[in-house]
Every structure is written in structure tokens, then in C-alpha cells.
């Protein structure tokens, strides 16, 4: 994480915006997950990101923002979910506390926790029978696409997101 933000500041001069979207999902009953598949999540999700977050806290320039994934599941706590549901919510509790650390510096800090996605992560393994039924949950009728998240990440990098600090943004389509 240090060369990627060393190449960014050589490359563009500085760094303004910094998105830790690091994410693994492996999803076991309690009494099933097995210690390598927690420790892949954790890896991942909780201390990559937060590689990213302290890189950024240390680096970023007076005015920038930060923006960390988090997950709708935080919410929604399903069955199966448990631990990844847990690493994701790391993700709130660092937007909200480097928020705090990094007053002064006019750095806005904040989470966004996507819903169901049309991504990869979301889809893969599931029929089109299921992804519909995950659709019919949401009031648009639909899962979000990249786009949607992508949207929130741009709105909260602008200035007009600046006065948004220390918040996780529930950015599923009304699931939760």
C-alpha cells in the first residue's frame, strides 16, 4: 500500500481521494467456518483496509476524502453472514473514529455499505431465479449495479459531499 500511494503522489503530485474497497466474502453457518476462511475475511477486509485507511491518514492532503466499503449485511444480518458481516463492519467504526482523528485537516471521512450488487462477488453462484428474488426486496425492484455505488462514492469525493463526515451512507435501494 505504501508503493501504490508513493506512485500516486509522484505520479499525480499529491493524493486527494482515497477508497479502501478491499472485500472477500465467505459465508459458513458459526459451527461450519473454517479458521482459514475467517482469516482470508479478516486479512482482506479488515486489515487490508485499514492499510489503506492509515496510508491515507497519513498522506492525503488537507481537504481530500476518504471513503471505506462497508456492507448492507452490517443491517441485514443474515444467517451464514456472521463473520463477514462483522469485517465489514470494521469499516464503519474506522470512518467514524479517522473522521474524529482527522479534524482540522478539512478531511471528510465516511462509509458507504453497498446492498446487493450486481458484481461478481454478489452473483456468481447464484441462478437467475435467485437474483430475482433478491430483486423483489428492494423497493426499486432491483439489485443495484456499480454504477449506483460508484454515484455515492463520487457524490461524497465532491464538494458538495464535504459537510458528510463520519457516516456510513446505506446505499442498497431501500433493503434495509
Excluded at 478531511?107 to 452473483?123: K, Y
Excluded at 460508484?150 to 433493503?175: E, H, I, K, M, R
Aim: aromatic residues 8%; contains cysteine.
Amino acid at each position: 500500500m505504501r508503493r501504490l500511494f508513493d506512485v500516486a503522489e509522484q505520479t499525480f503530485g499529491g493524493i486527494d481521494v482515497a477508497v479502501a474497497n478491499a472485500g472477500v466474502m465467505n459465508l459458513a453457518p458459526f459451527g461450519e467456518m473454517t479458521d482459514e476462511a475467517f482469516d482470508v475475511m479478516v486479512d482482506t477486509n479488515v486489515k487490508g483496509s485499514f492499510n489503506t485507511l492509515r496510508e491515507a491518514a497519513r498522506r492525503l492532503r488537507d481537504g481530500g476524502r476518504i471513503v471505506a466499503m462497508s456492507s448492507s449485511i452490517v443491517q441485514l444480518r443474515s444467517p451464514t453472514y456472521g463473520p463477514c458481516a462483522a469485517s465489514k463492519g470494521a469499516m464503519e467504526i474506522y470512518a467514524n473514529i479517522l473522521a474524529k482523528e482527522l479534524a482540522g485537516r478539512k478531511i471528510s471521512v465516511n462509509a458507504i455499505a453497498p446492498g446487493l450488487v450486481a458484481t461478481s462477488l454478489f452473483l456468481d453462484g447464484k441462478t437467475d431465479e435467485q437474483v430475482a428474488g433478491f430483486a423483489k426486496r428492494t423497493p426499486h425492484g432491483r439489485i443495484g449495479e456499480p454504477t449506483d455505488i460508484a454515484a455515492t462514492v463520487a457524490f461524497l469525493c465532491s464538494p458538495d459531499g464535504w459537510w458528510v463526515n463520519g457516516q456510513t451512507l446505506y446505499t442498497n435501494g431501500g433493503v434495509v
